[in-house]
C-alpha cells in the first residue's frame, strides 16, 4: 500500500471507536445543490440554495455551515452570529448550536478557549473536534491537530471538513501529493468549491506548478462572467483541458474530446467537438487543428479567432 494511499485510507476510516456520533438534530443535507447553484449564478445564487439547506430549514450543520461561510463573504457575519443565538435561546444550547456559534467567534484566544470547552463537554462531537483541529493547524499546533482528529466521531455529513483538515495534517508531514489526493474526487468530481480552494492553496504551498494550474483552470471555469465574450469562454475551456493534459492524465483523443465538451458547456461555449469528423493527432495529448472546411464547432470557435 502507498503512503498516498495508505493517508487516504485514514482520514476516511476517521479513526473511529465502537462509540456512535452524537445525535444530531437532523439528519444533514447534500451540499452539492450549493455549489452547482454557484456555477449557474455565482456566489449569489448559492447562498440562496444554501438558504432552503440551512438550520431554520431543517437543515443540518453541513448546510448551516456553508451557508455562514456565504454570509460572511458578503459581511454579514454579524446576521450569522444573531441567528445562532436566536436557535439557542429557541432550542436551547447543543453541541450542534455550540459548535455553530463557536466558529463564527472573530477574537483568536476567545475561539481556542471555547472550542477548548466545547471538546471537554463533548469529547466525540465530531463538528467540535474538527473545528478544534482546524484552529490547533492555524496555530501551528499540529500534533493537538492530529489528536482532535483522532478523537472525532466517524460522521459522514463532516466528510468534507475531515478531508481538509487531513490534507492539511498530510502537507504538514511532508507528503503534498497525498494531500491533494485526498481532495481530488470532492475538488474535480463532486464539485466542491471549498475542497477546490484547499486543493488551489495547498498546490501553491507545495510549490507545484502543475497541480497549481490545474486548480486555476477549474477556478476559472467556476467564475466565467456572466458578461463574458465568446472568445473569452472558449479560451477557459481549453485552458481546463490543457491543464488536465498536462496533469498527466492519459487520454486518448476521443476522451479529450469528450472532456472538451463538458469544459465548453460549463464556460458557456460552443461543443460538439466528441461528435466532430474525425481527425488525427501525431502526439499523444495534443490536440491537432481540425479542417476548416469541417464545419460545425470548428468554424464558430474559428470565426472568433480561437482556431
Known amino acids: 500500500m502507498t503512503r498516498v ?14 462509540c456512535a456520533a452524537p445525535a ?16 449557474r449564478g455565482g456566489a449569489d445564487a448559492a447562498l440562496a440554495a444554501a438558504e432552503s439547506l440551512g438550520w431554520s430549514a431543517g437543515g443540518g450543520v453541513e448546510g448551516e455551515r456553508l451557508r455562514q461561510n456565504l454570509l460572511i463573504a458578503q459581511g454579514r457575519r454579524g446576521e450569522a452570529v444573531a441567528e445562532v443565538r436566536e436557535w439557542i435561546a429557541a432550542e436551547g444550547a447543543g453541541a450542534d448550536l455550540e459548535y455553530l456559534e463557536a466558529r463564527l467567534l472573530q477574537d483568536p484566544d476567545r475561539q481556542r478557549l471555547e472550542f477548548r470547552r466545547l471538546v471537554a463537554a463533548h469529547p466525540r462531537h465530531a463538528w467540535s473536534r474538527l473545528g478544534a483541529a482546524s484552529i490547533a493547524i492555524r496555530e501551528l499546533r499540529w500534533p493537538e491537530a492530529l489528536a482532535h482528529v483522532r478523537a472525532a466521531a466517524d460522521l459522514p455529513a463532516a466528510r468534507e471538513f475531515r478531508l481538509q483538515i487531513g490534507a492539511r495534517i498530510a502537507a504538514w508531514q511532508g507528503r503534498s501529493d497525498a494531500a491533494l489526493a485526498l481532495l481530488e474526487e470532492g475538488a474535480f468530481q463532486a464539485g466542491h468549491r471549498d475542497l477546490l480552494l484547499e486543493y488551489a492553496s495547498l498546490a501553491a504551498t507545495a510549490a507545484d506548478p502543475v497541480a497549481t494550474e490545474r486548480a486555476a483552470a477549474e477556478l476559472a471555469l467556476w467564475d466565467v462572467p456572466a458578461t463574458a465574450t465568446l472568445p473569452e469562454r472558449v479560451d477557459a475551456a481549453a485552458r481546463r483541458l490543457y491543464a488536465e493534459l498536462a496533469s498527466g492524465r492519459v487520454m486518448d483523443l476521443d476522451a479529450a474530446l469528450a472532456f472538451l465538451d463538458r469544459q465548453a458547456a460549463r464556460a458557456g461555449a460552443p461543443g460538439g467537438w466528441a461528435g466532430h469528423p474525425r481527425y488525427t493527432m501525431p502526439l499523444v495529448g495534443a490536440l491537432v487543428r481540425p479542417e476548416i472546411s469541417a464545419g460545425g464547432v470548428a468554424a464558430a470557435w474559428l470565426e472568433h479567432g480561437r482556431m
Open 24 to 39: 444530531t438534530r437532523a439528519p444533514d443535507v447534500d451540499p452539492a445543490p450549493i455549489w452547482q447553484a454557484w456555477q
Open 5 to 18: 494511499r495508505a493517508t487516504i485510507l485514514f482520514v476516511l476510516a476517521g479513526l473511529a471507536s465502537g
